[in-house]
């Protein structure tokens, strides 16, 4: 299923940051929005998502099936958002427990551990979240995310947060746990873009424009060394750089 | 070890702490008497104090009950009904303006010189801490958390009851603890403006009688039912909430590493 946006505009503090955006996320792909801070990107995933409040922020999204996006989409934020009181299972089965009125059904319970394996983090079902590291807390995220088995993944930053040996960790999980979804990543790390996107958009200037996609030749995840990843870090820096002076 | 000798040394250390500002100042025994004679009177007096303590102990717990009840009550209606809220908050902030001991007479009139009239000072005096406390914590749930529950479809009821509601537990066991500590002052208070049963009274009828020790006797319990109240919900606070970590003993959590 196809994604679009189309004539999206952000005001802030009567000032406009973008207007007449447009954005295709085509389905099964992973595209990825580069930019620098302040240029309206979470706005513009909080909007796909339908919980953007606090900013003025509008656009028009239309699903290929026609159907609206409406409840159909995961938001995996930078902080993890795990809740504090809830253990790690019932944490991954939040969806569950906030829309019906019983209790988990036993296939439901069986989907999570089955996630909470794929993470690898079956043993520690029954904790808290605050007994885990951040890596793990995101990785906990990152199942909870996959539970609700959405047609869109939204993820903002997801990674941000983590050291650099964590990051890639969580980064070659995530490219083989949301293969072949549609998935839209923001992110301010030219690395992780190219490591992981189909698509890459860059988001900069004032009022900010989409640029023309880029994209990294060959799978997801794609190696750190790898020379062609490399080059397109260094032009992707410098054109972020370019924006930033 | 340590955790349980402390309470002890630190009970000791403030008996001394009496004893030599008795020997220091040489008070006369109805000024101040030393503790060894509270102590004695205190044993000697027990019935007579267990008898006037149930009915203050009495007064505190149903006063803690119905206040902590009406605060939740109004605290939940506050934070759900946004019309209440702009009518209801000035008026309960202006309410806060009035002593409440200078209700006592009025309850007194009203209530009785049972134990009623008590009970009402202690819900009084208990009831706009709790509010505050809980209303606080409800309106201050992580926004993170609420945006998450909407694109997991949750309904306004299931994000009050399964987001906003533990968020603000531990507001709400702070509030609780401001009560535990204050509703003794209004049951007491409530004694003191008239009664016939109660610590309160006890301790102004020995006064009359310059029978300092008893009063301090009397006084002594009263503080032992404050205590035991705190650390009573102190310690039910934190088994039921064991996710609150503690960051000044941060040492005694475990984390895991990696």
Same mark, same amino acid.
Request: charged share 15%; net charge positive.
């Given at each position: ?245 | ?6 309470? %002890?040394?630190?009970? /000791?250390? !403030?008996? $001394? ?6 020997? @220091?100042?040489? #008070?006369?025994?109805? &000024? ?70 200078? %209700?006592?007479?009025? /309850?007194? !009139?009203? $209530? ?6 008590? @009970?009402?000072? #202690?819900?009084?005096? &208990? ?74 009274? /006890?301790? !102004? ?11 301090? #006797? ?41």
């Amino acid at each position: 299923m196809d994604i679009h946006l189309s004539n999206a505009s952000l005001h802030w503090q009567h000032h406009c940051v973008f207007s007449q955006l447009n954005l295709t996320l085509p389905g099964g792909q992973w595209t990825s929005i580069l930019g620098q801070s302040g240029v309206g990107k979470s706005s513009l995933i909080q909007l796909l998502c339908g919980i953007a409040d606090e900013a003025d922020v509008q656009g028009e999204i239309a699903c290929s099936d026609g159907k609206p996006l409406t409840g159909r989409v995961a938001w995996m934020a930078q902080d993890d958002l795990l809740l504090p009181w809830l253990s790690v299972l019932d944490n991954v089965l939040l969806g569950t427990r906030l829309t019906q009125q019983r209790r988990p059904k036993p296939e439901q319970i069986e989907r999570a551990r089955y996630l909470l394996s794929q993470v690898g983090l079956s043993e520690r079902a029954k904790v808290l979240p605050a007994q885990l590291s951040g890596g793990q807390r995101q990785r906990v995220a990152l199942a909870r995310t996959l539970f609700q088995d959405c047609p869109l993944v939204c993820m903002d930053e997801p990674f941000s947060a983590l050291d650099a040996i964590n990051r890639l960790r969580l980064q070659d999980l995530a490219a083989s746990l949301l293969h072949d979804r549609t998935v839209l990543m923001i992110t301010h790390d030219p690395l992780e873009a190219l490591r992981l996107s189909d698509q890459i958009l860059v988001l900069g200037g004032s009022p900010a424009k989409l640029s023309s996609p880029i994209t990294p030749p060959g799978l997801a995840p794609r190696q750190v060394s790898d020379s062609e990843v490399l080059r397109l870090q260094g032009e992707l820096l410098e054109m972020l750089a370019g924006e930033a002076s | 070890m340590m955790r349980l000798l402390r309470p %002890l040394i630190i009970a /000791l250390g !403030l008996t $001394l702490l009496w004893q030599s500002i008795v020997w @220091i100042t040489g #008070a006369p025994k109805f &000024i101040l008497p030393g503790p060894v004679q509270v102590f004695s009177t205190l044993f000697e007096q027990a019935p007579l104090l267990a008898k006037h303590g149930a009915v203050t102990l009495a007064e505190i717990l149903l006063g803690l009950v119905f206040g902590v009840m009406l605060g939740l009550i109004s605290a939940l209606s506050l934070a759900t009904w946004g019309p209440l809220r702009r009518w209801l908050m000035p008026v309960l902030v202006i309410s806060q303006a009035i002593p409440v001991f200078a %209700l006592a007479p009025v /309850l007194m !009139l009203w $209530l009785g010189y049972g134990m009623a009239s008590k @009970i009402a000072m #202690a819900t009084l005096i &208990i009831y706009f801490p709790v509010t505050a406390a809980c209303f606080d914590g409800l309106r201050q749930t992580p926004t993170g958390y609420l945006k998450l529950a909407r694109t997991l479809g949750a309904s306004k009821r299931a994000q009050l009851l399964q987001i906003r509601l533990p968020a603000a537990l531990p507001a709400f066991a702070s509030g609780l603890r401001v009560a535990a500590s204050v509703a003794p002052i209004g049951a007491v208070v409530g004694e003191w403006v008239g009664s016939s049963t109660g610590l309160g009274y /006890l301790m !102004l009828n020995a006064n009359a009688r310059m029978q300092v020790d008893l009063m301090f #006797a009397a006084l002594l319990v009263l503080a032992l039912i404050a205590v035991t109240l705190y650390f009573l919900i102190d310690f039910l606070a934190r088994r039921l909430m064991p996710w609150q970590a503690d960051s000044l003993n941060k040492a005694n959590t475990s984390i895991a590493g990696h």
